[in-house]
């Protein structure tokens, strides 16, 4: 297995009024070929400015981006633009992000007009292709995003990311204005297209199901800094960071027979704006102490399994101490979601 | 004045009528560039004191409009509400003058509506917000009282009353939301219309909201129904379920019959679609092809271009099955007479 992406300590802030707005903070980790790595996290965490850092829609204050070896962090001009070839995006809203004014055909054949390597007969020819990739009627090539519905709408979106066959994409919030049946469809055509040609992902989403349902290894971020790095379903089975924890169990389930105990967190996310040194969770989190309030390190604690908290052991501990005074039998349970669904 | 109070009283008579709430066979559609929409198409359903009913369904399924037509707060035109009863305690509110509605609006029904950012008024303090909501209803309150009264609501759900003169947008997504549930409380109503009022939220605030809306619910016998796309929220929230596509109910259950035993095949293509947080499938179960446009209808059962078990008859126009009640409180809305038999 290989490596394609390798980011190190990225930063980037915004100069805002008050200060500088710390929105990704001295994040680092790898992504192998054909992986999917899945960024959840609440609106305002760093997610999506991470996302468009890596790909070169925004310049990272600090910090260095490899892709497949070579340092992309500071390219310019012709390197640029081959690696745009090579890093697309899916954006979220389908709506907003085709120019209103193209049709799907246009859309999806900018990428190839702009890399000025096509003639018109194999332009013709790549339209059909891709149209049909991304599963839109070849009669809607002349149609507009307005006549179009979200499903659609969002696989137009996909076909023009695809087109340039680029190696990584990252896929930001793709299905979330997406309704349930429709949202179902997409994935499983992001998937198909995944397996065909080997691509690999960054899907950054908030909502936890599908993030699990479609990544190899999961990143958890809190206010620009990433808590905690894991397989897929190891997060799931065994969360360590208590905001994981608190987030994995505010999940509304639809298994109504076994109802989670919610660990309901007092307030909401402070200010990312120059923010104070430590644990930015520190101020909600049900464990915080007074050494909080120095700055966390990623730590491996099991195999693969990162987690930025200085008391994951002790509280892990005391989860199990908890769990064995009220039910000896029932250690099971101190999975997230307990895995007794495939009765 | 005396003709209102007697309103009030007859809206507050229990043991009168038989439901709480009882909508009847509502039809509402709505007329746009000469194209007739077919919004909702023949909805009933019963509620009782302090039950929560869930609405589920896709976009343009004719959740909000159903909701709408219960406050009668659809615009007309272009929408026109064709034929159907809504009884609340036994008073059919489509009978009752606008004047008598305006009472029964805030105080006996209310609203939470989706998007915390828009509900608001942007150039008033939300304390004025929330008092303005009591003072229209309690002429009789002094403005100190009334001011008593928004504080009091705004404690309630989690906002320090200090905060009384701040404006929207010094608040967050969440306590925005908190807000418009306070407004929508103050009055005490006895019904609540929800319409997706956690969407907008992120997950840990979303349990906070969910948590605080069953509190206050429990402390008052409130009724409400819930709007939303969230199986899931259902689950945590919801004592019935209605599962409503393309302007018809097609399953209507307790949440233990709809979760358990799902029947019409739409039912369980959404359960299909939803990667869960335990199982191990690779790949999800998608319903096939787009909602109907709700302007040209399928004819015969709306459903079945999308089904797997549609069949001829399933496509004739005088054909269209109707609420067929399977067992217990469950309802199903299907000609295939597997979906509607009961396991041994």
Redesign the interface.
Known sequence: MSTLIEVKNLKKYFQTSKGDLHAVDDVSFTIEKGHTLGVVG??GCGKSTLGRTMIHLLEPTDGQILFEGEDVTRIKGKALRQFRENAQIIFQDPYSSLNPRFTVKQTILEPLVLSKRFSKAELEKEADRLMDLVGIDRRLALSYPHEL???RRQRVGIGRALALNPKFVVCDEPVSSL???????I??LI?DLQDEYGLTFMFIT?D???V???SDHICVMYMGNLVEKSPAKEL?KTPMHPYTK???????????HS?MK?I??EG??TSPVEPAPGCRFAPRCPYATEACHVDQELRELQPDHFVSCHRAEEIMKLAAKKQEEKEPAAEKQAD????G??E | MKKKDHLTEELCWQEESEHFLSVKDLVVEYTAAGEVIHAVNGVSFDLERGETLGLVGETGAGKTTIAKSILRILPDPPAKVRSGEILLNGVDLYKISERDMRKVRGEKISMIFQDPMTALNPVMTVGDQIAEAIQLHHSDYSAKEVTLRACEMLEKVGIPASRYSDYPHQFSGGMKQRVVIAMSLACNPLLILADEPTTALDVTIQAQVLDMMKALREEQNTSMILITHDLGVVAETCDRVAVVYAGQIIELGSKEEIFDDPRHPYTLGLFGSLPTLTGDETRLHPIDGMPPNPADLPEGCAFHPRCGKACESCRMRDQAPELVHIGGTHYVRCLDEGVKEREA
């Not at chain 1, 309704?179 to 469809?185: G, K, P, R």
């Not at chain 1, 608190?246 to 109504?256: C, F, T």
């Not at chain 1, 997230?336 to 895995?339: A, F, L, S, T």
């Open positions: 609440e609106s519905d979200g499903g309704d349930v049946s429709i949202q179902a469809q994935l499983n998937q908030h936890l199901s599908v699990r349902h479609v799931f608190a987030l994995l169990s505010a999940i509304p389930s639809i298994d109504i109802p919610r309901i967190l909401e996310v997230i979601r307990g895995e669904k495939d």
